[in-house]
């Protein structure tokens, strides 16, 4: 398949063709999304909590979503790569972001970058973009900001929440984002908000009417232990863990019963060579 680039998503948009998006966070994850056909592959900073069991993704550094993004990059062929610059590494000065988005390039061998924030983001956006690093921008629900939204909810939900989102979406476009992840927000404001705009929104949480989507590939995936509490949003596509389990356990019990490993599992050695090695 062709590589998707920036040019190839804005012509999805304008033909209305939703935009595909899944996080990874390394070499498998990333091999299995690009061969699933994904545009668009995130390095996410969930990482922190899907891949590194972390609490929540202020604990990840910078040299952490480097090494992912690294390794995300060598199994992708044809997805737009983005690397989520990680809480710490940006809000400094623009003069930060943009050293920081320039390392996400040449150190992870990531396209683009996605940053969270509104308006204040404004001249961080210009600054990364004027050197030719594209940002996606992200809205709505921005987890490293959590303590002060006070928790994972829903945002957009009054008519001043949801005008500042609409506000912070068009300084973002004007900014030069080339789109913007719109996340739990209701589902009519967040086509509203699709509507005004001129970039690709990618919704997760924020309904149909966004003119993309993504999710983080851990839970659409199943690949998480029961009773992991996963967003209403989340749609189960598969239950990995589930089958990792069943064969790990199969493994187990036939190492114990000693059926693993049978004969077409193992190395022969010739009769004579044999023999001369156990005299
Ligand atoms: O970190 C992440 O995975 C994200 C996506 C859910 C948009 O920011
Ligand atoms: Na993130």
């Known amino acids: 398949r062709d590589k998707v680039t920036l040019l190839k998503l804005k012509q999805m948009h304008k033909k209305g063709d939703p935009i595909t998006m899944i996080t990874a966070h390394d070499f498998p994850s990333a ?4 061969a699933a056909g994904m545009d668009v592959i995130l390095v996410g900073d969930s990482l922190a909590m899907v891949a590194l069991g972390m609490e929540d993704t202020s604990e ?5 979503m480097l090494l992912h993004c690294r390794s995300v990059a060598r199994a992708t062929k044809a997805a737009f790569t983005i690397g989520d610059l990680p809480m710490g590494s940006y809000e400094i000065a623009p003069a930060q972001a943009l ?3 320039i390392r996400f390039v040449k150190e992870g061998r990531m396209q683009g970058v ?11 956006i210009q600054k990364i973009t004027s050197v030719g690093i594209p940002v996606l921008g992200h809205v709505g629900l921005t987890p490293q900001r959590q303590n002060i939204l006070g928790g994972f ?3 957009g939900k009054t008519i001043t929440s949801a005008t500042k989102i609409l506000d912070d979406a068009l300084a973002l476009q004007e900014a030069g984002c080339f789109a913007l992840v719109v996340e739990a927000v ?3 404001v967040a086509a509203l908000i699709t ?3 001129s970039i690709p929104t990618i919704g997760i949480g924020a309904g149909n009417g966004c003119s993309g989507q993504v999710l983080v590939q851990v839970d659409m995936t199943g690949n998480f232990p029961p009773g992991r509490r996963i967003p209403k949003f989340v749609k189960q596509y598969g239950n990995v863990w589930a089958e990792s389990l069943r064969a790990i356990e199969a493994y187990r019990d036939e190492v114990k019963s000693r059926q693993y490993p049978a004969p077409e599992h193992t190395y022969g ?3 004579d060579q044999l023999e001369g090695f156990v005299e």
């Open 31 to 34: 091999h299995v999304a690009d």
């Open 60 to 64: 990840v550094l910078l040299e952490e």
């Open 99 to 101: 050293e920081t988005a």
């Open 114 to 124: 996605k940053l969270e924030g509104g308006k204040e983001m404004v001249p961080t």
């Open 153 to 155: 909810r829903v945002q």
């Open 186 to 188: 209701p589902a009519e």
């Open 195 to 197: 509507q005004k705009l």
């Open 269 to 271: 050695i010739q009769k």
